[in-house]
T-cell receptor, first 113, second 116 residues
Framework: GESVGLHLPTLSVQEGDNSIINCAYS??????FIWYKQESGKGPQFIIDIRSNMDKRQGQRVTVLLNKTVKHLSLQIAATQPGDSAVYFC????????????FGTGTRLLVSP | GAVVSQHPSWVICKSGTSVKIECRSL??????MFWYRQFPKKSLMLMAT?????????EQGVEKDKFLINHASLTLSTLTVTSAHPEDSSFYIC????????????FGPGTRLTVL
């Protein structure tokens, strides 16, 4: 079936380092991808998105890269801070017309001071 | 803008009782809302799509008689867990779809349900 998965369940970094979180997706028809941050006991928080007609998009300290050839998505966080510690999910829009999102398994980012 | 609230934020109930969770879009109207379930250290799993003025669309494996969804207005959807059992204990999250130049889902803060 269609799925979105992540390579690393936990990523530990030092404060100030750059973090890269990866995601693989399997539905080549998906046209929209989003990265969410979820802190413990809270709902997902939008970080950045990218459409399938782009391969890179930058925000404040974050960059999303999309490689449609290998169906790979990554989130880069520059100068990682302790406040970035959370679980990060990628999600893909299945392009079914109903705006359904399929979430990946998640990566926990731990930032040490 | 684009704030979504949920009420209650947590609830504890006894087995066999029913629990209603509300999802509200506070500053925009949402024809479509979504209900997700999340187990500890797991990802979000879509349960159903809630459509204002019509029946909800349930994902495969989700019991519609168990999880009743009502989307009676453009700012409110409710999820009722009927005859709750301990295995229904979970984190329930809703999202509301804001339809602008392109659609975007905004998530609520979640409701922690514990069934004793």
């Amino acid at each position: 079936g269609e799925s979105v998965g992540l390579h690393l369940p936990t990523l530990s970094v030092q404060e100030g380092d750059n973090s890269i979180i990866n995601c693989a997706y399997s539905n080549s028809a998906s046209d929209y991808f989003i990265w969410y941050k979820q802190e413990s006991g809270k709902g997902p928080q939008f970080i950045i998105d990218i459409r399938s007609n782009m391969d890179k998009r930058q925000g404040q300290r974050v960059t999303v890269l999309l490689n449609k050839t290998v169906k790979h998505l990554s989130l880069q966080i520059a100068a990682t801070q302790p406040g970035d510690s959370a679980v990060y999910f990628c999600a893909e829009n299945m392009n079914t017309g109903f705006q359904k999102l399929v979430f990946g398994t998640g990566t926990r980012l731990l930032v040490s001071p | 803008g684009a704030v979504v609230s949920q009420h209650p934020s947590w609830v504890i109930c006894k087995s066999g009782t029913s629990v209603k969770i509300e999802c509200r879009s506070l500053d925009f109207q949402a024809t479509t809302m979504f209900w997700y379930r999340q187990f500890p250290k797991k990802s979000l799993m879509l349960m159903a799509t809630s459509n204002e003025g019509s029946k909800a669309t349930y994902e495969q494996g989700v019991e519609k008689d168990k999880f009743l969804i009502n989307h009676a207005s453009l700012t409110l959807s409710t999820l009722t867990v009927t005859s709750a059992h301990p295995e229904d204990s979970s984190f329930y999250i809703c999202s509301a779809l804001r339809e602008l130049s392109y659609n975007e889902q905004f998530f609520g803060p979640g409701t922690r349900l514990t069934v004793l």
